[in-house]
Every structure is written in C-alpha cells, then in structure tokens.
C-alpha cells in the first residue's frame, strides 16, 4: 500500500524554504547488528530538515533515537522487520518535497534486480528520486531519469564498508518557461562511516 505524504504539511518549516535537506540511512538492524546507530551519523543527522530510514530497522527504538536529533522522522518497513514495526508503517511511500517526488520502499529479492523491482514498484508515481534499502550496499546512480539511491548499512559489520546519506533537494524554479537541470537540483552523496 502506498502513501503520499506532502514534507511542507508535515514540516514546521516555512513554505518559502529554498532547500531541504535529508539524511538517509537503511538496514540499521538494531539490535540484531548492534545496540544503537553510530553517534557520527546522529551527531550529522542533527543538521538535516527530515531523516528517512529505508527500513529494516527491526525494532522500534531506531526511530526514537532518530527522533531525538530531528523531529520529521520518514519510516518505511523492510523484510527484517518485526511485527509491531510492520503494523506502524508502510511498505511503499511517496513523499513531495519542493516539488520533487520521492519514492520510498525497502525493497527485496535478489540485489542485482533491486533497480528493475523499484522502477516497476513506482512506474505510476513519477518519481525523480527512489530511494530504498535491502543490499547493504551504496548506491548512488541515475538510470532512466531517476535517481536511485541507497545509502548502504550504517551497522553491517561483514559489508566492504559502514555508509548513511546525505541528500539536498534545492528548490525547483516556479517559471516552467525556464529550464533547469533537474541532476543539478538533487545533491546526493554516501558519507562512509
């Protein structure tokens, strides 16, 4: 089931803002994987309008301790999941933020598939951005006009290297006469631990 959720009615922050920016991390699996998310993510999370967790948190209190360094919280389950997180939040979002349209899902299956799986899985929602989870592993790439983007796993310990995400949506232009480079809108970046 899928959900579309508009930031500026959620957000505090005036309808005026020129930028957000959001920091991203999946496949937390706490306390499977360790006992907290690492400090240095927290500590960069401190400076970000909305933080979205692409899923597999396993319990609850991942989102309390993202809670605790920004208010505007963006959860979507995994497979890993436990049942009381499943019953909480959605398997599929879309968020609109200064007229982008951001697609959220975990994902599943094998992980050489993930793009094909998430492009299907959005086909209808004309999304600029998916962002989603499951591998592990980063990646930051354009196929097709949209950004795909995982921010790998903050707390694996057997992956080539621990990652979360920083993205910064700039304001798009409200004169559609005036063209933009929509790539040049969207700074995506994966900060390695």
């Not at 401190?46 to 899923?55: F, N, R, T």
């Not at 959860?75 to 933020?97: C, H, R, S, T």
């Not at 599943?108 to 989870?133: V, W």
Request: hydrophobic share 40%; glycine share 8%.
């Amino acid at each position: 089931m899928s959900q579309v959720i508009n930031f500026s009615e959620m957000s505090n922050s005036p309808d005026h803002i020129n930028g957000v920016r959001i920091g991203v991390i999946s496949d937390t699996h706490i306390p499977d994987r360790g006992e907290h998310i690492p400090q240095v993510v927290l500590d960069a999370f401190k400076h970000v309008d909305l933080i979205i967790h692409a899923g597999d948190m396993v319990g609850l209190g991942v989102i309390d301790e993202l809670k605790s360094v920004c208010a505007e919280v963006v959860v979507v389950v995994g497979n890993m999941d436990q049942q009381a997180v499943k019953k909480k939040y959605p398997v599929k979002q879309v968020l609109e933020i200064l007229g982008y349209r951001v697609g959220l899902m975990h994902g599943s299956g094998a992980p050489l598939n993930l793009p094909e799986l998430l492009k299907d899985a959005f086909k209808e929602d004309d999304c600029d951005l998916i962002i989603f989870g499951h591998s592990h592993k980063p990646m930051n790439e354009r196929i097709g006009g949209i950004l795909f983007f995982n921010p790998g796993s903050a707390t694996d310990l057997s992956a080539a290297y621990n990652s979360y995400g920083i993205i910064e949506l700039k304001k798009r232009l409200a004169n559609p006469d005036l063209t933009c480079d929509s790539q040049s809108e969207i700074e995506a970046k994966i900060i390695k631990i």
